[in-house]
């Protein structure tokens, strides 16, 4: 007989939460401190979600999204999780750009880029100063319809070279057009430029594992292996609200439901159309999914080193940047990712992860046949062109693998297999889902600002701040005819 992955748990539960993305341990873990009974349910082995490691053969554990995030982190990892944790984030120092237009050594913060700006690209000083101090004054609620590509030509027109060095490594860290609202790349930006590039010390295995111990503390009834296949409802005069989500075949009920699926998911699949208004419906499946991801992973064979080459190398051979080029099957625009052993101190191993953006129906479409030859090919151009860097690199290599788009969808259920959420309209959404669904609440990536590690996290908080509101509303509500009694 198959294990019950849901052996022990409660009949009832105040919130449960699906999905262990950032976004969805941050939420429950906010429930649990506020008093809620928890219940997180992971359809995956690994809680993480993107945001998670696999190990392999010969020793290898390789991080699927850990190359970068803004300085914000340390403040909401001290106040949402733990001191401890957030005493691992580290600076990252050595960021590099190497393309046909130019070849930049940086710190990614705001000191090194305007320097660069200015005596690498020649724009003139208060120019930068006036970009950088108007993105920083950006406000979510601004209600400008100015598009990326327009404010770039606004400071900096006629130069590609300026936009390529703004603007790619962003779309890489979050799948942002030149197409989208100035104002998400401002925030996203800024939030980077404020100090520079971190990263946790440790790898993500010890990050999660940190958080899942927290979790536990906090009181937080944590099941891997588990899909929900269903929100159940009811209706009370006329007003639908959440009762219960099936998950593995089983019933649960519970009065809160935190989706950290896809919006479009949670919606379309999860909760169902019936549940919605007919105009909320037609606005959810309008939302324009993000682009996804592309990935090799290089393990370098026990006991061999790599020289310094920097900790995240934008590289590319494409004249001059372009949206569209960024996620072509055959883009030749790749980050290397570079895992020197202090990245886990206790090890002395490398490994190399090379990211691409991608589109998922040029990977869906493809026959099996096919599907395995880009996979290979993907493998080989990602080793030529590391071996521009590090020409011994090949032999050293003791394992080499591909993810794609399709492995993205496999492992995380998402919306045609989207590593970046949705669009700006995607956040509308999520936010108003309890208006229409009582109970039913969703913090994932949506809208480019609440995505990437320290977007989604944040955004868990907001939601679960508001799930707790609602729970203690509920549950004075319940209280009170006792009361009187
Ligand atoms: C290649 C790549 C590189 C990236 N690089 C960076 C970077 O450098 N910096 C950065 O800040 N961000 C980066 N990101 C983005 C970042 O990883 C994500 O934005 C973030 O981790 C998403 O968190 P989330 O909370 O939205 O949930 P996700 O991580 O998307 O997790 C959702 C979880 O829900 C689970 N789930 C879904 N449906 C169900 C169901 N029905 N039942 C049970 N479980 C379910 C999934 O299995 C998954 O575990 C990168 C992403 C990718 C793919």
């Known amino acids: 007989m198959a294990y019950d992955w849901l052996k022990g748990i409660a009949d009832r539960y105040d919130a449960v939460v699906i999905g262990s993305g950032l976004g969805g341990l941050t939420g ?6 506020c008093g809620h009974k928890v219940l997180l349910l992971e359809h995956h082995y690994q809680l993480g979600g993107l945001a998670t490691w696999f190990t392999r053969k010969g020793g290898h554990i390789f991080d699927i999204s850990l190359h970068g995030f803004p300085v914000g982190m340390v403040k909401s990892i ?3 999780w733990n001191q401890d944790i957030a005493d691992s984030i580290v600076q990252l120092k050595g ?3 190497i393309n046909p237009q130019f070849q930049v050594d940086t710190t990614f913060d705001r000191a090194d880029f305007s320097r660069h700006l200015i005596e690498t690209f020649r724009v003139a000083p208060d120019t930068v100063e006036r970009f950088f101090t108007d993105l920083r004054a950006m406000n979510f ?4 319809t100015e598009t990326t590509g327009e404010m770039f030509d606004r400071y900096f027109p006629g130069r590609d070279d300026v936009k390529r060095f703004l603007m790619e490594p962003i779309a890489y860290a979050n799948g942002s057009t030149l197409e989208d609202p100035a104002i998400t790349y401002g925030i996203v930006f800024s939030n980077f430029m404020s100090k520079g590039v971190f990263t946790f010390r440790g790898g993500s295995d010890v990050l999660i594992r940190k958080m899942a111990e927290e979790l536990k503390k906090n009181g937080v009834e944590v099941r891997k292996h588990v899909i929900v296949e269903k929100v159940l409802t009811d209706e009370v005069d006329g007003t639908k609200r959440v009762t219960g989500v099936v998950a593995n075949g089983r019933t649960i009920l519970c009065d809160s439901v935190l989706s950290n699926s896809n919006i479009k998911n949670t919606v379309l699949r999860l909760a169902g159309e019936e549940n919605f208004s007919p105009d909320f419906v037609a606005l959810t499946k309008a939302v324009r999914i993000n682009s996804s991801s592309c990935q090799v992973y290089l393990g370098i064979r026990k006991g061999e080193t790599l020289p310094h080459i920097g900790d995240l190398v934008f590289t590319s051979d494409a004249k001059i940047f372009s949206s569209a080029e960024l996620v ?6 790749r980050t290397f990712s570079m895992y020197y052993p202090d990245t886990r101190p206790d090890s002395t191993r490398y490994t190399v992860v090379c990211s691409l953006n991608a589109t998922y129906s040029d990977w869906n479409n493809l026959s099996d046949g096919q599907y395995q030859q880009e996979k290979e090919r993907l493998i080989e151009e990602s080793i030529t062109v590391l071996e521009r860097f590090i020409p011994d690199v090949r032999v050293k290599i003791d394992w080499k693998e591909a993810a794609t788009p399709r492995t993205i969808e496999y492992y995380t259920k998402h919306w045609a297999g989207t590593s970046f959420g949705t669009k700006f309209e995607g956040l509308k959404i999520s936010m108003n ?5 009582s109970g039913l609440y969703h913090a994932g990536s949506v809208g480019i600002i609440m995505s990437g590690w320290l ?3 944040n955004y868990g908080v907001i939601v679960s701040n508001q799930m707790d509101k609602f729970l203690h509303q509920k549950k004075r509500a319940t209280a009170a005819p006792l009361a009187v009694q």
Do not use: M
């Open 141 to 144: 609620y601004d209600n400008s």
């Open 95 to 97: 960021i590099r750009f």
């Open 455 to 457: 977007g989604t996290i």
């Open 433 to 437: 889902l309890p208006a229409q669904l």
């Open 78 to 80: 001290r106040k949402y």
């Open 328 to 333: 072509d099957l055959h883009t030749s625009s």
């Open 28 to 33: 429950a873990n906010v429930l649990a401190k």
